[in-house]
């Protein structure tokens, strides 16, 4: 009996010697996306304004000392409005003037025609002679001709009465004043700008490398900065010719697509320029798994809940993305971290975090 024992321990003893069962694979967590591929390239973001389609620069079509401004920058002013004066005592004295010669000649010409009569009836008596006559009715065309003169002369004091003050052609809003009260202006030079305001614009600065690319086939996307969900598409409508020399950018205009209430002038805006390009995918750079001369990716079985290496096509990288040409197809998941410590097959946990 005691033969047995020893005999079932020995046993025992060899069997536990043998080599142990090989542990499975850890299931892993991991951090993944899921594919979609994208038509459109982003060429930047660039801020810019909501700024008038036509704005116009007026000023006095006389000289004088600007008495008073009668708005404000920001003002709204409807046709015929005042938007500032000038002190008028010039252009008065000089109507007055007018209106004093205009009643001499007025009462020249009620002597010159008097007199014409007069002559007239003495020749038609026969007691008068036909060169008094003449003289007569000479004067009174001539004190006609100056009648008119002078009435002319006075409409044209009128005028520039009337031009001491500045007034709006059209609705408009005021967005600039380029004199002050006090300061002494000359005829034609800008004094305020008033900007149109209902047609609107985008206007942003592009980078001149950036610039020479712009075409048709680009798209504008415009939104409020405070509020991105407040946007619309945009068209280029203008191109500066030449660089600022200073910033080295040139001035876009975009014509907006519809223009939304909260785009008032001056409305601050960020600007996106795309442009439609073959389908493509963009993944993180920490995504690429590099070795043998090959790159891939892993790609996660949503069934079985495991990882296999792809190869794919590189179309370019930066330092925190790359843009894949072929290799991967919409709405596969691949993982984006710790590429380097994964094994064909392996039992992956998706974050549940991150969206289907």
Request: include cysteine.
């Amino acid at each position: 009996m005691n033969r047995l024992t020893l005999t079932l321990c020995s046993a025992l003893l060899l069997a536990g010697c043998g080599k142990p069962a090989e542990a499975p694979e850890p299931v892993r967590p991991v951090l993944s996306l899921v594919v979609e591929p994208q038509s459109q390239a982003n060429l930047g973001r660039f801020a810019g304004s909501i700024q008038a389609r036509y704005e116009s620069t007026l000023g006095f079509r006389v000289g004088g000392r600007i008495a008073r401004r009668w708005v404000d920058v920001g003002s709204s002013v409807k046709p015929g409005d005042v938007l500032a004066s000038l002190d008028p005592t010039d252009q008065r004295n000089q109507l007055r003037a007018a209106e004093g010669d205009l009643a001499k000649v007025q009462a020249q010409w009620i002597n010159a025609q008097a007199n014409a009569r007069r002559q007239q009836q003495l020749f038609d008596r026969g007691v008068g002679a036909q060169a008094q006559l003449d003289i007569a009715q000479t004067d009174l065309k001539t004190t006609g001709a100056s009648l008119e003169q002078a009435r002319a002369a006075v409409e044209q004091a009128r005028d520039q009465l009337g031009y001491s003050e500045l007034k709006a052609d059209h609705a408009a809003v005021v967005t600039n004043w380029q004199a002050e009260a006090g300061q002494t202006v000359s005829a034609g030079q800008a004094v305020v700008t008033l900007a149109r305001p209902d047609i609107k614009e985008a206007v942003i600065d592009l980078p001149t490398s950036l610039a020479e690319q712009v075409s048709g086939e680009l798209k504008f996307l415009a939104a409020s900065q405070l509020d991105s969900s407040i946007s619309t598409t945009a068209t280029l409508r203008e191109l500066e010719p030449q660089a600022d020399a200073a910033t080295r950018t040139r001035r876009a205009r975009l014509t907006l697509a519809d223009t939304p209430l909260a785009f008032h002038l001056g409305t601050a805006i960020s600007v996106t320029l795309t442009s439609a390009v073959s389908p493509r995918v963009e993944l993180p750079a920490s995504a690429l798994l590099e070795s043998e001369a090959k790159t891939r990716v892993w790609i996660v079985d949503p069934q079985q809940k495991t990882v296999s290496t792809r190869e794919v096509k590189l179309l370019e990288r930066t330092a925190n993305s790359v843009v894949l040409a072929s290799g991967v197809q919409a709405g596969e998941r691949v993982v984006t971290a710790g590429v380097n410590s994964l094994k064909p097959g392996q039992k992956v946990i998706v974050d549940e975090e991150d969206p289907q």
